[in-house]
């Protein structure tokens, strides 16, 4: 009898992305279902529909199962739809966030599938198989309608680990996705990570195993999907001095969500010892309204979180990243920009200014009324007004952080924007007028070279009637190992027949001449000695050995 063949498809918001729930639904299959072929097929959403069909019939599918979410489901559902019309035979399988709490806010009906797994999915879906091809499950389950779902898995350390030597070498260059505990201990309006129960743990023993193979396999980088990862401090603190202890001569980058006002001194402590660039941390403040974050349910002390990031950026060696949502219950246009500079002036790394979603399921649903919520009826369900803030305002806060993704996450404008917040009343201000430069220039919402960008801040600058042009040289030198410089900042350069013999005496006085990844780089009349041989893991930046004055009549 010919085995049935599964195919579980992921389609990833972008190619470095990839998709851990097929791989677990795999490994579950594979045990309770050895009887099945089981195929995983990852594709993104930058992808045609017609292609990734055409990929899914290459697998010759008795059941297809999808993985849905807020930013695949239109995809998925048109995907649906079509596979259901060339065949109707084949059985279709949904899960994921986007689907477990009903589909009345999809584009998906009643018809284009056979079954939605919500929830956990290692016992679920196997069981989903089983009942969609008329065979009795080996796992106990409840239905309701067109979704099943089980029992929450108890002991962690029963999930396989998804990763092996054969197919880690599928993840090169791309983004590996790690849990060690699930569920979450805090209830945010605006997250679905609340209503997944408690927070149950790996073992440490099984964690450090894990990081051991990540670590072996020299993996660029491990992102952990623990909700509030530091929930549980002492575990929080072993894990962090394993990977200091063990991974300080890989490549390794491991990435974690906190909550700051959740640090010790003692993790702070440790995490300034940490190898520069091997921890990278996400910072989620939203807002620094009291009010707003009471009505969301994420209440947390801003001078203990402020205080705690303030250390850390300190430190140097933690690459960090802040987060604010617009859009929050009782937060206005004005009091959002308060929020802003408050968590500017932190100075991490990267500010990600994102906007409020209504994800289904979520407890901002039983709030949306009172405070007079609208979003977009589709994907991704995003915040167009409510009673504090207008359509048109959040449209300002848009370019405002298009500017800001630009300009300050690049990492490239280090010392041009320490010159330029000196004019302006507050950062939020500075980044308003460059979002209404760039307007002006057609350069909002779309693509920019990073070259452009310079002559774009230099012209920018200009207008403030401040000239820049030396900072913002030194900041490409710093930034970029190029010998074309902005078409701005050329006549800056200075010309090769003088350079050339100042730049072999300047690395002679510093005994620096045969070091062959040593440059000088020179703006009008100071010299830079830059170190292009590798970049600082934290900021992306070159290291800068000096600056001398020099005077080419010598």
């Known amino acids: 009898m010919k085995k049935k063949n599964i195919t579980l498809c992921a389609v990833n918001s972008k190619y470095i992305h990839s998709c851990p729930a097929v791989y677990y639904l795999k490994s579950a299959v594979d045990k309770a279902l050895p009887d099945y072929n089981t195929t995983i097929i990852e594709s993104s959403v930058n992808d045609t529909a017609e292609h990734i069909l055409y990929t899914i019939f290459k697998t010759d599918p008795d059941i297809i199962g999808f993985s849905v979410y807020i930013w695949n489901v239109t995809m998925i559902a048109n995907l649906c739809k079509s596979i259901k019309a060339i065949n109707p035979d084949i059985k ?298 207008s359509y048109q305002k959040i449209q300002q806060l848009k370019e405002v952080e298009d500017a800001l993704e630009k300009i300050y996450n690049s990492g490239r404008f280090v010392l041009t924007l320490n010159e330029l917040e000196k004019v302006f009343d507050s950062p939020f201000k500075m980044f308003s007028k460059i979002a209404d430069f760039l307007k002006e220039n057609k350069l909002l919402f779309c693509g920019v070279s990073t070259k452009k960008l310079y002559d774009v801040l230099n012209e920018f600058s200009q207008k403030y009637k401040l000239d820049l042009s030396e900072i913002l040289l030194q900041d490409f030198y710093l930034s970029e190992n190029s010998e074309v410089v902005p078409d701005s900042l050329k006549h800056l350069a200075g010309l090769s027949k003088f350079t050339r013999p100042a730049s072999s005496k300047i690395l002679h006085q510093i005994n620096l001449s045969k070091e062959k990844k040593i440059f000088v780089k020179f703006i009008h009349n100071h010299a830079l000695v830059i170190n292009y041989g590798t970049r600082n893991p934290v900021n992306g930046r070159f290291e800068l050995i000096c600056k001398k004055e020099i005077d080419f009549d010598e």
């Open 92 to 389: 279709i399988i949904l899960g994921g966030p986007e689907v477990s709490y009903g589909i009345e806010h999809t584009n998906l009906k009643i018809e284009d599938f056979d079954l939605i797994v919500s929830g956990e999915g290692e016992n679920a879906f196997p069981a989903a198989v089983s009942i969609v091809c008329n065979e009795v499950p080996s796992t106990d389950y409840e239905i309701s309608g067109k979704t099943i779902s089980s029992t929450q898995i108890k002991n962690l350390d029963a999930i396989p680990f998804i990763y092996n030597d054969e197919n880690i070498t599928s993840f090169k260059n791309r983004i590996i996705y790690y849990e060690t505990s699930r569920g979450c201990p805090f209830s945010c309006a605006y997250c679905l990570s609340s209503v997944c129960g408690k927070v149950r743990f790996l073992s440490l023993k099984r964690v450090f195993s894990d990081i051991d193979f990540f670590i072996r396999h020299d993996v660029q980088q491990v992102k952990f999907v623990d909700r509030t990862f530091n929930c549980n401090p002492k575990r929080a603190t072993e894990i962090w001095k394993y990977i200091i202890d063990n991974a300080h001569k890989s490549r390794t980058n491991f990435h974690f969500e906190i909550g700051a006002d959740l640090l010790t001194d003692t993790q702070i402590e440790l995490l300034k010892c940490a190898p520069t660039g091997k921890i990278q941390l996400e910072i989620g403040i939203q807002s620094t309204n009291e009010k707003s974050l009471k009505e969301s349910c994420r209440y947390a002390p801003n001078e203990k979180i402020f205080k705690n990031v303030s250390s850390l950026c300190e430190a140097g060696n933690i690459n960090l990243h802040t987060d604010l949502i617009a859009g929050l219950p009782y937060e206005s246009y004005e009091r959002f920009q308060q929020s802003f500079n408050d968590v500017y002036k932190l100075k991490a790394h990267q500010l990600q200014l994102g906007f409020l979603k209504l994800l289904s399921g979520a407890p901002l649903n039983e709030i949306k009324e009172k405070h007079n919520y609208i979003f977009t009826p589709y994907p991704p369900y995003e915040i167009l007004s409510n009673k504090y803030i």
